[in-house]
């Protein structure tokens, strides 16, 4: 029994604290690292993990306090899973309790118990006798269509909750038992689809990389068949008893996949994602931990989930920024993926139409094998491009005169046309005629959005609402006109130029209510004639096989992005859109509409395609020494008064200039304090530190450094700061 419990709380705090054990019993167990206590911290009870144990302490052995008690008998996660939320905390230098605990399960953070909520149930094959329990009987009948026996999934497609089945159960016309894990195999409810030597290729190479790590690129073309490609290898994967995790940037978007994957394995498939109650979440977490799922599906932090057996990860769509969590625990859900297929010596699929550059640059360095998948499947041609220059060109509402024509033309041959416009909302801000004041955010330095479907200001920024003005906070005139174009002002302009066609608005205020994106998808795919418009959630893997033509509405709104990543974002953009058009055998038109017709980065990617822009790219980022050539960090304080921020960043920038620290600093590039490109959000002015350096492990001895000495700052507890490293977006 050790005499000390080193043991670490989700607060924030980057140290361990330690507890005393409780003398062990019958019913107190030993303590082991991975267990959860309960412990008293200051005047609260929290739950901490143990991370080790020991008989010294440089604390003062009688100020220690027991813990309270123990939440487990063993360990909640796997030693793989335990390894990378360790190596995960302190590559992103985020306290290693918040880590570890982001691993968990909502519930499991809590001082919950891990009692299994999966069940089977049994019937008894009796014929009871209900009288007058009408309901009771209705139901007793209902489960006999699950006879003999069936599980919690089945009983909630029977919209059944497990609380009704109690009164059953206390008469022992039901029992109840805990699934055993099944063996892996393969069972195929649909043959696969022949396919193309490039994709047979990648699939016959991928079935002899079992068992060791390596890393895979598939780069191919939109509707080169990638998704068969995964489809097959999975079931390879099958046939050996392993089972896969496979990522995707957001469920609700891939209803196809979902699909595809039902209809094709008859085999346990378990979908992981924010639309699921803590509880059914606790619930997949469980029956994935206990091997009852042979395919987990899921999006970022599905990367956590326990899986025994676990043979492949494919990572869809992986240059897709939802992989990146944007706050807290700032970690890139691809890299940690690849961190944890190769602990487990285990391959790794990337797959995407236009690559990150993270990606490509692993490709040229040799540590990543690409596969091209450069030919459509099913015949379908690719699709021709078609710039149209703004400048020159009568619009209505952000649609050119020839960009019309050419819709007209597509929906009288009885086509589908796709509309990409990234803003939602009637129109980017509201604006006065008189004195040309825009209605800015009282929260943000930004305009608020002006909404009609309700009507009202919108802050996309901090979500503050308001209703429209009726005259300008200013000058009092009455003049207010929108400003700009949204997708609910575009939607309007379709409907009265196109008045005999469905027009079909996809964005994120359209698709908010469950089961509304499904319903307009399938009008869609019932195949008539009808203009979609949306969002870049329209970019997002949708297969729309009657779409011949796609255009991007305003491509301009990206291109001078003073983030560094601006280009690449749109390039992508600009490609997954036009990917959408000619996907059967229709050949497709994709239209640029740009005021910047000759823009190098348009040109390129119009004349010679994504792979050719994507290298151009990377060479200018070496020069600048810009990631993914170089590394980079970037410190982030926000502070209700705009002075504090800057007064932590400018103390962080002195300590940077500290003569010790020079054999990391030598070679550092760091830029700022600088304002946020926002330089006030919800109410709090943001500042940032950039710092970028070309060899990764000096970065990192420096930025543990800088964190300590923050830690240890007494300026510091008073403002918010954080630290992204690899940032995806600056500012
Ligand atoms: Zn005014
Ligand atoms: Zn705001």
């Given at each position: 029994m050790p005499k000390y419990l080193h043991i670490v709380l989700a607060t924030g705090l980057r140290q361990e604290f330690t507890y005393l054990p409780l003398a062990t019993s019958d019913s107190v167990p030993a303590p082991a690292v991975g267990l959860r206590v309960r412990v008293a911290f200051g005047r609260s009870e929290r739950v901490g993990l143990i991370v080790g144990m020991g008989d010294n302490t440089t604390f003062d052995a009688n100020k220690i306090k027991p813990i309270l008690g123990y939440l487990d008998t063993t360990a909640l996660l796997p030693p793989a899973l335990w390894q990378l939320g360790l190596w995960a905390a302190e590559y992103y230098q985020y306290p290693t309790g918040d880590a570890l605990m982001h691993l968990l399960p909502a519930k499991l953070r809590r001082d919950k118990p891990n009692q299994l909520i999966q069940l089977n149930w049994q019937l008894a094959d009796i014929e009871p006798d209900f009288g007058r329990a009408h309901k009771q009987k209705a139901l007793w009948q209902q489960l006999q269509s699950l006879a003999p026996a069936f599980n919690l999934d089945q009983l909630q497609k029977q919209n059944i909750k497990p609380s009704q089945l109690k009164p059953f159960i206390e008469k022992q016309w039901l029992s109840t038992s805990q699934p055993q894990p099944q063996a892996v195999s393969l069972q195929l409810s649909q043959s696969p689809l022949d396919l193309n030597e490039e994709q047979a290729a990648v699939v016959s190479h991928l079935a002899s990389a079992h068992h060791c790590f390596s890393c895979h690129l598939?780069?191919?073309?939109?509707?080169?068949?990638k998704t068969e490609v995964y489809l097959q290898a999975m079931a390879q994967m099958l046939t050996t008893g392993q089972r896969i995790l496979l990522l995707v940037p957001e469920i609700g978007l891939t209803p196809q996949l979902l699909q595809r994957l039902d209809a094709r394995f008859n085999n346990r498939v378990l979908a992981l994602h924010s639309g699921l109650t803590e509880h059914q979440r606790l619930n997949a977490w469980q029956q994935a931990n206990l091997g009852q799922a042979d395919i987990i599906i899921g999006t970022r932090s599905a990367l956590f989930t326990p899986i025994p057996k676990l043979g492949l990860i494919i990572i869809d769509e992986e240059h897709d920024q939802a992989y990146k969590q944007q706050e807290g625990f700032r970690y890139h859900g691809r890299d940690l993926a690849i961190k944890r297929a190769a602990d487990a010596r285990i391959p790794i699929v990337l797959g995407s139409a236009t690559p990150s550059l993270e990606s490509l640059a692993n490709v040229s360095r040799g540590r990543f094998q690409q596969w091209l998948l450069t030919q459509r499947a099913g015949g379908a041609s690719k699709q021709r491009y078609e710039v149209i220059d703004l400048r020159n060109q009568p619009q209505q509402a952000g649609i050119s005169l020839q960009l019309q024509d050419m819709v007209g033309i597509q929906l009288e041959l009885g086509h589908q046309v796709l509309l990409m416009l990234n803003r939602r909302g009637f129109a980017p801000s509201l604006q006065c005629?008189?004195?040309?004041q825009t209605a800015q955010c009282p929260a943000c330095d930004a305009n608020m959005t002006l909404h009609r479907r309700p009507p009202r200001l919108h802050c996309h920024h901090c979500e503050h609402q308001q209703s429209v003005y009726l005259h300008c906070p200013q000058c009092n005139s009455h003049q207010l006109k929108p400003l700009g174009q949204g997708t609910e002002r575009t939607e309007e302009q379709l409907q009265s130029l196109f008045p005999n066609t469905p027009v079909y608005r996809i964005d994120r205020d359209s698709t908010r209510n469950k089961g509304s994106l499904e319903a307009m998808l399938a009008q869609v795919h019932a195949g008539g004639p009808c203009l979609l418009l949306g969002t870049q959630m329209l970019a997002k893997g949708h297969h729309f096989p009657k779409v011949t033509l796609a255009a991007i509405l305003d491509a301009d709104a990206s291109l001078f992005s003073s983030d560094f990543r601006g280009p690449e974002k749109l390039a992508q953009l600009l490609v997954q859109t036009a990917g959408r058009a000619g996907r059967e055998n229709i050949p497709g038109t994709a239209v640029i509409q740009t005021?910047?017709?000759?823009?190098p980065t348009i040109d390129l990617l119009v004349t010679k395609g994504y792979n050719a822009f994507a290298q151009q790219e990377l060479a200018s980022r070496q020069q600048s020494g810009l990631p993914p050539l170089g590394h980079m960090a970037l410190f982030h304080a926000q502070a209700k008064d705009a002075n504090h921020a800057f007064t932590l960043l400018n103390w962080l920038a002195q300590q940077i200039q500290d003569p010790t620290l020079a054999d990391l600093t030598r070679s550092l590039l760091m830029f700022g304090p600088m304002p946020a490109?926002?330089?006030?959000r919800a109410h709090f002015y943001r500042a940032q530190l950039q710092l970028q350096h070309p060899h990764r492990k000096q970065l990192q001895q420096l930025l543990q450094q800088l964190c300590t000495r923050l830690d240890e700052h007494?300026?510091?507890?008073?403002i918010r700061w954080s630290l992204d490293i690899d940032p995806q977006e600056l500012g």
């Open positions: 598939i780069n191919g073309v939109t509707g080169s068949g005629q008189s004195c040309g005021y910047q017709a000759d823009h490109f926002m330089a006030r007494p300026g510091a507890r008073k």
